[in-house]
């Protein structure tokens, strides 16, 4: 497996660490980069990279990297290559596995600051066992998640307590976050006894097995005051009597008419549907 690394984020790691070293590595640095200003331009831009990503190891930036990535050898094993790049905000961060009929890829982002934080390994090690799971067969990953007779908001409560259930069973091997685990556990699936909670910590259930019990607790939506829209999401204190079903169903094909809508979707959809392209004038 190759490591690819994206430009803007080695540099921008090399320019932190360089910042908080003792002034003679700032000085060598920074001469060192001021030499590369005199390139033509197609040449400056390569020699930057090569620069940054000389002083990334030299510095013993990429073992943080490197040392986190040997405890996973399926993803060496099975995966072309690794790109680690920049993004701006922790939202974004994380990683993502490709698949192509003809390799594995997997790419990893996060801030430049991350690297220096307390806790990184933890972090990189949490999104490289979603990785490792994806790739073994016996975990039996499959990306679409599917609930045919739900409504929309159903279905994002679904996703929801599948993606805290798997994060339960990774730091449950990685021996970490615990407590803020069982936090997430009680506020998604608030009727599940502690000790279904304890079971998927110590072990580690396959794919289909997570899906059944994010599944079991599922709660229907029920056309009370306040409950939310099955199409919006929003609460809504007045219920459509009559739903246009046909319109509906274009946009939300697994919503029925037992799941109702809000009388303000109604009458949308009763005019045309939510999203319609914009007009042409000639």
Not at 71 to 90: E, G, Q
Not at 207 to 217: F, I, R, T
Request: aromatic share 10%.
């Amino acid at each position: 497996m190759q490591l690819h690394y994206d430009a803007e984020l080695i540099e921008g790691i090399v320019f932190l660490e360089v910042r908080r070293s003792p002034a003679l590595l700032a000085l060598r640095y920074d001469r060192a980069r001021t030499k590369l200003y005199d390139l033509p331009g197609d040449e400056r831009e390569a020699a930057f990279f090569q620069l940054h990503l000389h002083w990334f190891r030299e510095l013993g930036l990429e073992d943080k990297l490197r040392a986190v990535l040997q405890r996973f050898p399926i993803i060496t094993a099975n995966t072309a290559t690794l790109l680690v790049r920049r993004t701006v905000t922790k939202k974004d961060e994380g990683a993502e596995l490709f698949v192509r009929p003809d390799a594995k890829n997997v790419a990893i982002a996060f801030r430049c600051e991350r690297l220096f934080e307390p806790g990184f390994e933890s972090f990189l090690a949490h999104e490289l066992c979603h990785v490792s799971d994806m790739l073994d067969p016996s975990f039996a990953y499959e990306p679409e998640i599917r609930l045919t007779d739900a409504p929309p908001a159903e279905v994002d409560l679904l996703r929801e307590r599948y993606r805290v259930l798997w994060d339960i069973t990774i730091d449950g091997r990685l021996n970490q976050n615990r407590a803020a685990r069982f936090a997430e556990f009680q506020k998604v699936m608030p009727t599940v006894p502690e000790q279904k909670f304890a079971e998927v910590w110590r072990q580690r259930p396959p794919h289909p097995e997570l899906l059944a019990l994010a599944k079991s607790v599922l709660v229907r939506v029920e056309k009370t005051p306040g409950a939310p829209c099955p199409l919006c999401k929003f609460p809504t204190f007045v219920w459509a009597t009559e739903p246009p079903v046909v319109e509906i169903g274009k946009d939300f094909p697994h919503w029925l008419p037992a799941h109702g809508c809000c009388a303000r979707c109604a009458e949308l959809y009763s005019t045309g549907r939510l999203e319609q392209p914009a007009p042409l004038y000639i």
